[in-house]
């Protein structure tokens, strides 16, 4: 007889990678925690992931604007010559402009939060976070490109920065959707405890990483780049790894199963996998 795991595989059509890692049998000899440590380590990559490109800015702020931590030197190194930002931040409303950047990603990832919960409660959640990812690395990478295609627009970064708050916005609600579909209320306080170290994880690497290119007269456009390429690497495994709930592939859910949760996109086909178990028993 097919394990039931690779018939609900089958029925919910899940992502291609989960079904070729349950025909491997990896998961066979402890199916449940099994599957449980691996989605907690693929959403534990995934908020990193998210803080790899949303720490890039504040790095390269001092690349942009040399003089805003201490204007006493913005009039002798003009004259020089010897230290040069990037316009519009080199100037003397150089500070008021970042942090007219800084408002402009907070204000549309505090927007963006909102409507972000209410549509992962509605979607299939592996899409919406490669979705979320896909559109992160998107608006890291046209701040990269900033430099290389050497535009000085103070509009084109605003506009960058709320694209990058919404889709910032997509990650935290959606994973935290996730973890308690996998998790419940069982030792919540330590799972999500360790957990929510990926935002210390992801901050330390968003500013390693960055802070590579963000001295003077260095290529800082790679400071937003790079992050964004590792970002599309795990968008990659969310979007052929990424198991939203249990039930999809006939596991146990820690909230339960009721008739009113087989319908919702998460766990659609699960009564057809429940269907051939029981006709098996037969």
Request: glycine letters at 10%.
């Amino acid at each position: 007889l097919v394990p039931k795991h690779i018939l609900a595989c089958m029925a919910r059509r899940v992502a291609a990678g989960i079904w070729l890692l349950e025909r491997t049998g990896i998961f066979g000899y402890c199916p449940i925690n099994g599957h449980k440590v691996f989605i907690w380590t693929l959403t534990f990559l995934c908020y990193t992931g998210y803080y790899l490109t949303r720490k890039p800015f504040s790095v390269v702020k001092s690349v942009l604007c040399p003089y805003c931590r201490n204007r006493s030197l913005l009039n002798d190194n003009y004259s020089n010559n010897t230290v040069t930002g990037w316009a519009p931040f080199d100037g003397t409303n150089g500070e008021t402009l970042l942090g007219a950047m800084d408002y402009s990603l907070l204000f549309a990832y505090a927007v963006g939060t909102y409507v972000s919960g209410f549509i992962a409660d509605k979607v299939n959640t592996r899409y919406f976070l490669t979705f979320g990812m896909l559109g992160c690395a998107l608006s890291s990478i046209l701040m990269g490109v900033a430099y290389f295609a050497n535009i000085h627009h103070v509009s084109y970064f605003i506009v960058v920065q709320i694209m990058g708050g919404l889709m910032q916005s997509t990650g935290w609600p959606t994973l935290i959707a996730v973890m308690t579909a996998w998790f419940g209320k069982q030792r919540r306080g330590l799972i999500m405890g360790v957990w929510s170290t990926n935002v210390f994880v992801g901050s330390i690497l968003g500013t390693l990483i960055p802070a590579i290119w963000a001295t003077p007269n260095a290529p800082w456009g790679w400071s937003f780049i790079t992050p964004a390429l590792v970002l599309l690497v795990i968008s990659l495994m969310t979007s052929l790894l990424l198991l939203p709930d249990p039930r999809a592939i006939g596991l146990e859910s820690p909230l339960g199963v009721s008739t009113s949760t087989l319908s919702s996109p998460s766990t659609a086909g699960v009564s057809l996998v429940v269907s051939l178990n029981a006709t098996e028993g037969s």
